[in-house]
């Protein structure tokens, strides 16, 4: 595991532990900014696939407590198969009770062997923070981790960042250019596309095969 999961698992057990399965427990703020990320998260749906009428599965990177699968359900889109992974031990727990038709795996999804490949992967707060790390640092594990993941979807991933367009940088942010962030993206398919509108100092973006 590396030094920047180790922090950032640190950081969300420290959250879980103060507010339990809330989006305060994720560091996420109030819900409604929640739901706008969620909303984002699942717009990596193509048509086809919002239906029920086929087998969908997905895998959500940094599931934390099923937040998102939660929401899935609430909006219809409980045909899809859901498998979340998160290195807080906590929180995959707290998602196998609640959820047992769902899977939740405890571990490191950079360094675990993944033999099974997904239709869709999204990744949903992640790579908003850096805390302790550097830019640099963050962006080699950025660009380690949008690879593993583009690499086992059979469809596409999706994974939001803070946008640099903003009038100042918190520290503890990781904050990436959407125009340089496409040049990264390009190196692995020109199927892309940004979700720079939604109101929160952050976006979306969009990977398929």
Not at 55 to 69: F, N
Not at 113 to 134: F, H, M
Not at 163 to 168: A, E, L
Request: glycine share 8%; hydrophobic share 35%; proline share 2%.
């Amino acid at each position: 595991m590396s030094k920047i999961t180790e922090d950032l698992k640190a950081h969300y057990a420290k959250k879980f532990e103060e507010f339990g399965a809330t989006s305060e427990g994720v560091d996420w703020g109030p819900k409604e900014k929640a739901a706008m990320r969620y909303e984002a998260m699942l717009d990596v749906l193509l048509e086809g696939d919002r239906s029920g009428k086929q087998q969908v599965s997905m895998l959500d990177i940094g599931a934390g407590y099923g937040g998102q699968y939660e929401f899935m359900l609430a909006k219809g889109y409980g045909h899809i198969q859901f498998t979340g992974v998160d290195v807080v031990k906590e929180m995959v727990d707290f998602g196998n009770q609640k959820y047992p038709e769902a899977t939740f795996i405890n571990g490191d999804f950079l360094s675990m062997p993944v033999t099974e490949r997904y239709d869709y992967l999204t990744c949903n707060g992640i790579l908003t923070q850096k805390l302790s790390a550097t830019d640099s640092e963050m962006h080699d594990y950025m660009e380690a981790l949008v690879a593993k993941m583009f690499q086992i979807c059979h469809k596409g991933i999706a994974f939001n960042t803070m946008t640099s367009y903003v009038d100042y940088q918190m520290d503890g942010n990781f904050h990436n250019d959407p125009s340089e962030l496409l040049k990264i993206l390009f190196k692995h398919t020109r199927h892309v596309k940004l979700n720079h509108a939604y109101p929160l100092y952050e976006y979306t973006a969009y990977m398929y095969k």
